[in-house]
């Protein structure tokens, strides 16, 4: 077993980049991927995915889908963890590092300069028909994404059954999501132990009739890189390191400024919801509303809705909403500092405290991942995972397009369940047309993200709703 001789240098004799694929022109694609990561998870990970396998070539499906799947089960945004685990097998540690911070780096830019214009402003009115049609082209991108990984996960009956039930269970019987990932994978587990053919991983081709890209075809290969083989001493350092710039802060502001501070408040409880992230932001952003609003006082239930529109529409993981909250705290009770400065500094450690424990969970556990990828049993339960989620992203969808498309919705009663509706009559014809343009642009004329975001932003300022 190779031995990792530091934290981001491979081992002696091995050469530095075997796929071909130098370290610049990582960085450049990694910085596009960042830059067109709009509409939530399931539409980053169609982005990845499109640009990394499709595009690029540099792994194939098999392995993009393991790593997804490994993914899914940490808490923290799945889409940012999965570059890490991307760029680290392509670049090892330094790799890693590189794709996760600039899979952060816009969405953080972005929404803090839209906190600035927020409070200079005192709302969002000068910005509300950009944040309107900007969420018309996400509506599309997000049923695009569901298509997409649809296409290549739900491959057979047996998959399509678990997505279904997913989808029920989530919508309907609002089942915890950790309970419904948890479920799929026993039964994958349990369907590949019987030796059915529904669960072995694989399938042929993709949604659409192409041919999958094999992992033995893929500029990195199907065997485990030499860095990525399991190395305790290196996950001991690296976790070490990580650990320490996690909570090392958060001891120095307890030590100086006291458990009362906002700072100190701050960092300590985005610190435990970087542990308790699981399902996506979505799963974890009611908890964060009412303890922002209702304990601590940080914002008005508005502003946590306007922070969502902010990180609905910009780069990033939807997570980012929670840089808003830091920021609206420190600027409320700034103490002896100017407020736009203490809102500055609260936003920057709500982004640490919330994504380096993202670096830790992949480098920590990845390589031992990798060793297990050839799995039959943790294959069938992965690939069940896979299946679930996309009835959960699908979940996500019908949210989103709920609460877009329609001003109110009530919950109906039907015996023991419960469902959200809308109330039709409170139909946006604003937002049903500029969705529909945006759907018809991508799905009938194919058109890339960027132009549909651009030209639903210039429609959505001329006729906000």
């Known amino acids: 077993m190779t031995s990792a001789v530091s934290l981001a240098t491979p081992a002696a004799g091995a050469s530095p980049n075997p796929h071909g694929v130098t370290f610049g022109e990582a960085f450049r694609v990694w910085l596009r991927v960042a830059a067109l990561s709009f509409g939530g998870p399931a539409g980053q990970i169609a982005v990845m995915h499109r640009i990394v396998v499709d595009e690029r070539k540099w792994i194939g499906e098999q ?15 799945e889409a940012q963890q999965l570059a890490i685990y991307i760029g680290w097998l392509m670049h090892r540690t330094a790799g890693g590092l590189v794709a996760g911070i600039l899979f952060v780096l816009p969405g953080f830019l972005s929404i803090l300069a839209l906190s600035y214009l927020y409070v200079s402003l005192g709302s969002v009115a000068a910005v509300e028909g950009l ?28 998959m399509i059954a678990i997505a279904a039930a997913a989808f029920l269970a989530i919508f309907v019987l609002h089942v915890p999501f950790p ?25 042929g081709h993709k949604a659409g009739g192409g041919a999958v890209l094999a992992d033995a075809e893929a500029l990195l290969g199907e065997e485990i890189p030499p860095h990525a083989r399991p190395n305790l001493g290196w996950s001991l350092r690296i976790s070490a390191v990580l650990v320490a710039l996690w909570l090392l802060p958060l001891l120095l502001l307890y030590l100086f400024l006291g458990p009362g501070d906002i700072f100190t408040q701050i960092g300590v409880f985005f610190s435990k919801m970087a542990l308790v992230t699981f399902g996506g932001a979505y799963a974890v952003l009611a908890y964060v509303a009412q303890e922002a609003v209702q304990h601590f006082g940080w914002l008005k239930p508005t502003e946590m809705l306007d922070g969502l529109g902010m990180a609905e529409t910009t780069p990033g993981p ?30 920057v450690l709500t982004t640490w405290v ?14 031992f991942i990798e060793r297990l990828r050839g799995n039959a049993a943790l294959a069938g339960a992965m690939s069940a995972i896979t299946a679930a989620v996309v009835g959960v992203i699908l979940n996500l969808a019908i949210w989103f397009g709920l609460h877009f498309l329609f001003r109110s919705a009530e919950v109906r009663k039907i015996g023991p369940l419960s469902i959200e509706l809308p109330v039709w009559t409170s139909l946006s014809l604003p937002s049903l047309l500029l969705s529909l343009a945006a759907a018809i642009a991508i799905f009938r004329f194919r058109l890339a993200v960027i132009p549909v975001l651009v030209g639903c932003a210039v429609a959505g300022m001329a006729w906000p709703a």
Do not use: E
């Open 318 to 347: 939807l997570i980012m909403v929670l840089q808003f909250v830091g920021f609206m705290g420190a600027y409320r009770d700034p103490g002896n500092l100017n407020p736009l400065t203490a809102a500055t500094c609260a936003a």
């Open 179 to 203: 309970v419904i990932i948890l479920a799929a994978a026993v039964i994958g587990f349990v369907g590949s132990m019987s030796g059915s053919r529904l669960f072995q991983g694989g399938g």
């Open 63 to 77: 392995r993009f889908l393991h790593a997804l799947n490994y993914c899914m089960l940490l808490p923290g945004p």
């Open 354 to 367: 919330t994504f380096v424990p993202c670096f830790l969970w992949i480098f920590l556990g990845a390589p």
């Open 131 to 158: 944040f309107f049609g900007l969420k018309a082209a996400v509506l599309a991108v997000v049923v695009q994404a569901v298509v997409r990984v649809g296409g290549r996960a739900l491959r057979n009956r047996a």
